[in-house]
């Protein structure tokens, strides 16, 4: 959305392909016009990925009538999209969403149909993006494909909060803020740990499951017996700003990522990250935060926070600055634009 809204304010008439909530198809938010594809819940089991997902997929794209076709993350979405297009003369741009898209393995993809049409959507490309240098030399080296960087970008534009300070918060109270899925990667269970060592820090946890899973259940579960633990379940995406205002740290857990939209929303308040997972290392080139391997090192890190307050500080405002030089729209999308306008066949704006 932050993306197809940039665009609209560019000039440029942009469709969304979703999926069907039961909203009215071909309907209109904010000049972006919508098009639904197909309701998960349609269709036989054992038939439905080709029809009504793979069809309504394609009728949907047909209904966008776009010159430029952009799919983000490694899906079997992605094969699917790449045909339509070569099959009806359009452009299309794939654009990496984490890590695991570009290994050779694909452990995010489960079934060998998924990577097979997600490896033929990478071969039917005409441009892939990648969000770091460590992605595009993933790509190139595990996909055979040459990507371009394209950084994420978060909502807060510098003309809004240039002249901002990060918030000064009650710098003597650490509360450490954790957000993403319940998933093997996202390693919750390190943050449960930590809360079990640091019964002086309240750890607030904004995020579910995507689907059910003795994993997740397993951790809500013992979420529950933790006193210092708040578990706040899926929060709506207007309302997560408030989290990240009331919190001191972001704290990442994972074992892998791609750039995380939560540390843009992060440093756009001013609130520093501790991770385990530094992409193309800018949180430690920049003093964005501080990245420890292991519990033990965010213990570490959390209890010498509280015993100096001016390090967080340091890297409260060495974060803003790095979002608003580095990751606002205007920051990041001309480069999008100079790729989607070189896809499309115009060399400088299209007439």
């Known amino acids: 959305m932050l993306i197809a809204s940039w665009l609209v304010q560019e000039g440029y008439a942009v469709s969304l392909v979703t999926l069907d909530h039961g909203q009215p198809d071909r309907t209109d938010r904010e000049g972006i016009r919508m098009f639904k594809?197909?309701?998960?819940?349609?269709?036989?089991?054992?038939?439905?990925?080709?029809?009504?997902?793979?069809?309504?997929?394609?009728?949907?794209?047909?209904?966008?009538?776009?010159?430029?076709?952009?799919?983000r993350g490694a899906e079997y979405e992605t094969g699917q999209v790449g045909l339509w297009c070569r099959l009806h003369g359009r452009r299309f741009i794939f654009a990496a969403a984490n890590d695991s898209d570009c290994s050779s393995p694909l452990y995010a993809l489960t079934s060998w149909r998924e990577r097979w049409l997600y490896r033929l959507g990478l071969r039917l490309a005409h441009a892939v993006t990648a969000q770091t240098r460590t992605q595009q030399r993933l790509l190139r080296e595990n996909m055979g494909v040459d990507a371009v960087v394209v950084r994420n970008c978060g909502q807060t534009s510098a003309a809004d909060s240039s002249c901002q300070e990060p918030p000064t918060k009650a710098l003597g109270i650490i509360r450490v803020l954790w957000v993403g899925r319940i998933t093997e990667q996202k390693r919750l269970e390190w943050l449960l740990d930590l809360a079990e060592r640091c019964p002086e820090i309240t750890f607030d946890v904004v995020g579910a499951a995507n689907a059910d899973s003795d994993y997740a259940s397993s951790l809500v579960e013992r979420a529950a017996g933790i006193p210092n633990v708040r578990m706040h379940g899926r929060v709506p995406y207007s309302e997560?700003?408030?989290?990240?205002?009331?919190?001191?740290?972001?704290?990442?857990?994972?074992?892998?990522?791609?750039?995380?939209?939560?540390?843009?929303?992060?440093?756009?308040?001013?609130?520093?990250?501790?991770?385990?997972f530094d992409p193309d290392g800018v949180i430690a080139a920049n003093g964005l935060g501080w990245v420890p391997h292991d519990v033990e090192g965010i213990?570490?890190?959390?209890?010498?926070?509280?015993?100096?307050?001016?390090?967080?500080?340091?890297?409260?405002?060495?974060?803003?600055?790095?979002?608003?030089?580095?990751?606002?729209?205007?920051?990041?999308l001309p480069a999008f634009e100079r790729l989607l306008l070189e896809v499309a066949g115009f060399r400088d704006s299209p007439a």
């Open 37 to 71: 594809a197909y309701s998960k819940e349609a269709g036989i089991r054992g038939l439905r990925f080709i029809h009504p997902r793979w069809s309504g997929l394609w009728r949907a794209m047909a209904r966008a009538d776009a010159d430029v076709y952009y799919q």
């Open 299 to 332: 213990v570490a890190c959390l209890r010498e926070l509280a015993r100096a307050p001016g390090a967080w500080r340091k890297a409260s405002h060495a974060a803003k600055q790095y979002y608003l030089a580095n990751h606002t729209p205007d920051a990041c």
């Open 240 to 276: 997560v700003t408030r989290y990240y205002q009331g919190c001191r740290i972001l704290c990442c857990t994972s074992v892998y990522e791609g750039f995380p939209n939560t540390f843009l929303e992060a440093w756009s308040q001013g609130v520093p990250v501790v991770s385990t």
